[in-house]
């Protein structure tokens, strides 16, 4: 298994991720939809401002994320930093209704209400199967 190519090939197949956040020792995990950028190695995720995930982020940035696999065991599992992008929903949206087509209503109707956010993560555990689980550097 070249694990790096079944990284990327994941990471722009699976259209969620169950993204955790700690503040004062409490965690939370919700789903949201995200893109990945190739080039820059950044995960992108949208959140309406003000929000708890919001909230939490400024209060711990570390986060934990894995993809959700909708059929079979594939996913991506990480640790990074969550952080403001400086960039908006707008700037990524043909990425964003790339992947989740139905995406495109959300940025219509509420694009101004939401907050692109970036995760940045040097590493990611890469499962295929109960027998191909490896870590690989990004």
Sequence with gaps: ??????????MEQQTEIALATSADNVPNVRIVNF???PQSKILYFSTFKGNNKVKEMKINSSVAFTTIPHTGNEHIK???I????ERTIFDLADFFIKKVPDYKD???HVGKSLVLYEIKFDSATVTLD???IKKVKI
Excluded: C, H, P, V
């Excluded at 298994?1 to 994941?10: K, L, S």
């Excluded at 969550?82 to 992008?85: G, L, M, R, T, W």
């Design 106 to 108: 959300t940025i219509e």
């Design 35 to 37: 893109y990945f950028d």
């Design 78 to 80: 990480a640790k990074g």
């Design 82 to 85: 969550a952080q403001k992008s």
């Design 1 to 10: 298994m070249r694990t790096r190519d079944e990284f990327f090939r994941i």
């Design 130 to 132: 109960l027998n191909n």
